[in-house]
């Protein structure tokens, strides 16, 4: 089981590796999703069946497919990866890279120093993440509930084309611009 | 179920967190910035997953759950941005973004001398 979670960790760090250094958003989003089913994967090891599942279906299904409908949408094409490629300079990188390198060893070492009790893992199934999700955490769901109506309401609303409008002043300017 | 130390595990989540922080840090497209987002937020929940596990308790999936609601959300309000951007804007590159600065950087030229060279 051990030799499972470390190939899932390392397909998961590898694609998650790809996903920032992509230059095609399409294949960028296909690696996230293996980095998904990969951290889905750990997810079912460590007795989460439930939230393995929601990662597979809300992640890797719905979010995902937002994404591509939104490339499609936007449809950049071949010069847009040229356009990538020319960004990827590794004076972009050098700075934010070295930084996060230090704060991971900083992270190590924290982690290292500390002790954590290692208790037996088991697996808390749907029925337990039910009862705590509806009784304790109840206000959540509520607040949760509110924030997805939020989140439809906004994506609809900005999401829409408006259209232009002008003043009256300027639109009269536009159209003898127009005729000349 | 695995025994590995929850040094390790922790430890994925944090790599996988960095590695979506030089994303956002890095790239300049905003879909990329966008999913590197998405990247820490998952890297978030699972260690909220982790620390539930090893504490046996099922507040760490119910976390989860919540970070999973607000990322749909998340995510579906910044696509429908990233669909403004691209209408008024045609592109989607994030250092055109600047209009609130007082003196504004002419903008980018790179792509629309590259597709002239795609179409010449």
Known sequence: MNVIFYIAAIIAIIATALVITGKNAVHALLYLIVSLLAISLIFFLLGAPFIAALEVIVYAGAIMVLFVFVIMMLNLGKAWEKTERSWFSAKA????????????AELIMVFCSSAIPSGSTGVIGPRRVGVALFGPYVLGVELTAMLLMAGIVGAYHIGREKKRQYHRYLQNDEEKEGGL | MIQVSMHLELLLAAILFLLG??????????????????????AAGLAFVVAGAHWMQAEGQVMFIFILAMAAAEVSVGLALILQMHRQHKTVD???LNQLKDDPVPPVKELTEIQEEVNS
């Open chain 1, 93 to 104: 990188w050098i700075g934010p890279g070295i930084l996060c390198i230090i704060l991971l």
């Open chain 2, 21 to 42: 922080l030089i994303g956002v840090l890095v790239r300049r497209n905003i879909l990329f910035v966008l999913m590197s987002a998405e990247i820490m937020l998952n």
């Open chain 2, 94 to 96: 994030t250092r055109v």
